[in-house]
């Protein structure tokens, strides 16, 4: 394993950051030509699918494994596309793995997991519609016969722009459901892409999606009719991780752009690496690194002992992404920081860097949303 | 001064904040024709000039009552430019003041004054020229019969695409001086505006900027030789303050605009200003604010009556750009978060403002070097 | 106004802090002996009762010009004590300067700001009684023929050890009443002191205090019936700004030893004042207490022009409060750690500042309450 | 393993706490005498030596195992004394377990690690000897025939009053260089106990410690001549971790103790526990202390797997140590302020917890020393 994450980490240093730089420095656009190409590197370098089962074409890593060859690939803004360990697909994989029907598994399941095709995740809505609260779903699907119609808005549909399917929830008579509807379905609509800050990194982007009298068949329904939320617990812990994983490696990359660029500047008599405030600041930087990896090496061993929907795995998965979003936000903007001017420009890296993670303290569970879980859980164990 | 302030608020809100929204929103671009458009506007209000003397035009404000006037025009983002207090200018209005000659006041600064012209500041060196210490200053001025050659590189020459002329500081035999050098100069070359985070705020731009073989006259001499870190100095405490009474007017806008949404959102069976840790968020933001508005006062009150280039005013308004700088994050920042998703979306002031509002942590002296001094004089008063 | 600022700290440092160190390193008790010679001692020195009104033998300042005298007195932990400007004699003070009849005044007031007495606050009661939330009051005043009957349970009762009488707050038919108990009432118990952290600062203690079938006359009212909690908010915003200036005194004194230790000791080659981690904890104590300052002046300014009950002064004395007690806890942490090992004994005096300011973080409001109170306002502001 | 960490849980809260109670709240004293009944109930209870080897009648555990034990240990203040797990005790038992001949090993560890004698570290030194800086050592060992004499001033020798032995480092004319010396050694004389705020976990205190013309002979030498400071070392990342297991223990039972205080305290019409901004409490604290458990066992792995001086045990010890030291405060700084006033008695244990806890940041490396070294060892990493 340490092995692959070693590969994964050459692989994306060699052969990723060019591409990166390309797209920071020069505004190469991150298109799905693009992508494909990255994918292609990845496979031909053995570190294509760290997520996807084996039966599928992938490396069948447990949540353990893939912590570091996750981090590794998250090095670059890119790495994790380039690898098919990134948002939504990662989670949509792991979902359809769970929940899938061996047809739908064939159908969606394993040209998502070459990379062929793209997914989308149609959850949040705009108000009064759900945002962190599940129980404001607004999207209704009704049942008729041989099937069921689809009628809501959803924005922040993360992917859509380029999707091949959707997995949306809606609400039913029995309760919240999952469906897969075809990009090509007519009762689909997308609609603008949402000028998130993140823009590097989302091929498909975070759309606004309209589905209006949108009719899908009986097999399009994912898992069992009103058991939605349930199967959104089971993606969430697994895809909060991958997200923890990808951004640690971001702030790693960061902090050893910070180390070397303070070693090579000078200032009041000294170079900047010799001055004790940015000593501290780098210290900082390393606490908050091990800390994010150790605790999501607790959670991936609570999903991979307990099971991704047990109590700890949660509670843990929880505890993870608050501290790792906010960590790697504290990495990244020190590191900007220390670069002085140059940090604050955009075709720098760590410039950019910071930018783009701003929405992981808000995307997956805000941190307010997880610090009141946590804290009922808390509440609950010592009743 | 309190009515001033109040016409201020007034004019930014109703006359400046729809521009605003078709620059954030649409992409209108910021051109200096806008700026004409806008500071002609806030002439017909009678609020254009705080900054500047009244023999010039100006309102010739003292510190202590331009405070409340900068933060209201601080509200947008542009604000500051309609009123024509907006770095470079506002500094370089500053040190003409206290500087120029009869002549070099009727050449450089009435024009300024006035907003017929921008100007720029030309002090900040690629490494391992000078950043926050002025001792590695690298650039150049050789005297020559009648006048002065410069040579050597700039860059984070705030203002200069566009700007009618330089304040260019180069060492000289007898110590670093500042010299006034026409746009027109043959010697100078304007390259490639530096791609900042802060681009909506600054129609010129920050540039990197050539002097090469850029000969000048005596005349262009702005104070006396030898003397040009005095000169800095004199514009230091000033300028950092106008930039804190420009932020925190960005401050209170966010934090005006996150009470109101927070106030129409629900979730989890009440309204998002009804939870408990929205309301701690909210509450800090006011205490940063407030924070702010006290120590600017402070330091505002040492440079009116003990002047700007004294200990007391440089030391205070060390504290106060150091400790708004960060407060106006950690409040732009907590914006973001309340605003949800929504608070990403670059459409949305909040995400554009936490943006623009990085540098504001590096530019005029950054954090770490202004800790430094501050702790200097700690220990010196202890010694 | 300076120069009684600066004779009161010439006066601390020559003649208090003498006897504050044999309280702190040799166990001197903290007698009322002892206070009353430290007050005929700041007597002598011109600088006693700077809250006291003139015609009860005070100096009569108003809240701005305390400011800097009550700092200055505060760089002693029993510098307030000495000049009678310390809880909850000077919030008594001031609340019967506000409230009492010329008889009451006669009575209780005079004594009170000679220093001749001492006297206690009976406000907080043992759960399920009031803490913070006034509303659960549970202390009862019952009305019966020329005077009352008062019964209930009271606990961090400031100053009851000892005092001579207590503003006792019960509800009555007509709402929360506040009346004077004089000592020697046979219905007033005083039970144990309470082992709070703060236990040199406070000569009466906080103490358990029972009224049982206490009888006081009509005459024992201290304002009108039923307005308790509108004259506890007239105590307040004053009583608060109070505490905040004697504590940011103390950081002050902590900031001086601390400055000067880390000139003295060195360690890996430099004095650990040349050390860039011990500078940026200076200079963030620093600017903390210029914030604390600043804050504290911009109330004071507020409770003078505006009223002590008016809601710009108390808006502003909460922010004030939550900030300057987080601020100063923050300055003696850091003041600890850098005096090493030396800083957690209790011989020194940064331990024991360290402990005994724990409790301004809770009493007179604690820091959650009054953000709750900050946000409640915020949002009115913007609804 | 988890079995007995329960056992632990379950001992330490049946047996322990109620005499844990007599010292906090009655003043019962901790003596040598309770020390030795208290150890009694644990090894009646199966659980007693956790670090010691199992061939002198200790458990044996390996770094990992420890974890879980040492912080159910530490869910008392005097639990880890019970167990034989607290310092300085469980960092000799470390090094005379690595170092000592069989001869020393049979006359030293075998009687401290039954629990029969407390030993002491005589390592820091008063100004201008050595603090955190080893080479600024001033104690000097002279060697002389069959032996050495030792001259120098000690302070906070930890567990020096009434300790059987003494491990002294000083400097040869090799190098430093550690020395076993017995208590009734006459040329050892034990001063005043030095009044830190950690009074109630430490029997033998923090002492002044003098050897004057202190002759030892060969057999003295604790390992080999002039490496005393490996010997350091390898005593160091071990007992650092030790130390963050006891006092994340202490950390997880204030957690308890305030989840369990604010479900039944009410105010402003709901329980304490409904509050968000408790709850954001609660959650900041289960996020502290779940990180804090992650990087105790990436720490411990690193000690297990690669042994305790390779410089990933080190760097991962120190980055434990600098975060658990910093999270535990902040975690019984929270639980104060959520116990309200009865948070500030030392009749309660979160107040003595607080007390207590705060030489945790500067005992065994100063977090800022520490920093400075993980510096370091980032900039190296990226030369």
């Given at each position: 394993m340490a092995e692959l994450a070693e590969r994964t980490r050459r692989f994306v240093s060699e052969q990723v950051f060019p591409i990166e730089r390309e797209i920071v420095v020069d505004g190469r656009p991150m298109t799905d030509a693009l992508r494909l190409e990255l994918q292609k590197m990845a496979k031909d370098a053995g570190v294509?699918?760290?997520?996807?089962?084996v039966s599928y074409g992938?490396?069948?890593?447990d949540t353990r494994a893939q912590a570091p060859v996750l981090e590794a690939a998250g090095t670059s803004l890119i790495g994790p596309l380039a690898l098919n360990c990134w948002a939504p697909d990662d989670g949509n994989i792991h979902l359809l793995a769970h929940a899938a029907t061996p047809e739908q598994a064939e159908r969606y399941l394993r040209p998502l997991a070459s990379g062929e095709v793209r997914s989308a995740i149609a959850m949040t809505e705009p108000a009064p519609g759900t945002g962190s609260d599940p129980?404001?779903?607004?999207t209704v699907a009704e049942e008729v016969t041989d099937g069921w119609i689809i009628n809501g808005d959803k924005h922040?549909?993360?992917?859509?722009?380029?999707?091949?399917f959707f997995v949306c929830i809606a609400r039913t008579e029995d309760g919240p459901t999952m469906f897969l509807v075809d990009q090509?379905?007519?009762?689909v609509t997308v609609g603008r892409r949402m000028p998130?800050?993140?823009?590097?990194?989302?091929?498909?982007?975070?759309c606004e999606v309209r589905f209006e009298n949108c009719v899908v068949p009986d097999?399009?329904?994912?898992?069992?009719?009103?058991q939605g939320l349930e199967y959104a617990q089971v993606r969430l812990a697994p895809s909060r991780l991958t997200f923890c994983m990808n951004w640690l490696g971001l702030a790693t990359r960061a902090q050893e752009l910070t180390a070397r660029h303070i070693q090579r500047r000078e200032s009041f008599g000294a170079?900047?690496?010799?001055h004790g405030m940015a000593q501290g600041q780098l210290a900082d930087n390393e606490i908050d690194i091990e800390a994010s990896r150790a605790l999501i090496h607790r959670a991936a061993v609570a999903i991979d002992t307990?099971?991704?929907?047990s109590s700890s795995a949660r509670h843990l998965a929880s505890v993870a992404k608050t501290f790792v979003a906010e960590a790697v936000w504290r990495v990244l903007d020190r590191a900007v920081q220390l670069h002085g001017?140059?940090?604050?420009?955009?075709?720098?890296l760590v410039a950019r860097f910071l930018v783009e993670a701003r929405a992981f303290r808000i995307y997956e569970g805000p941190s307010e949303v997880l610090r009141w879980s946590i804290a009922r859980r808390v509440l609950r164990n010592y009743r």
């Open positions: 294509f699918g760290p997520l996807s089962p992938g490396l069948g890593l129980s404001m779903l607004r922040f549909t993360t992917g859509a722009d380029g999707a091949a090509d379905n007519p009762g998130t800050l993140d823009h590097t990194s989302a091929p498909g982007g975070h097999e399009a329904v994912l898992g069992a009719v009103g170079r900047i690496a010799d307990e099971g991704a929907a001017g140059l940090g604050v420009c955009e075709d720098h």
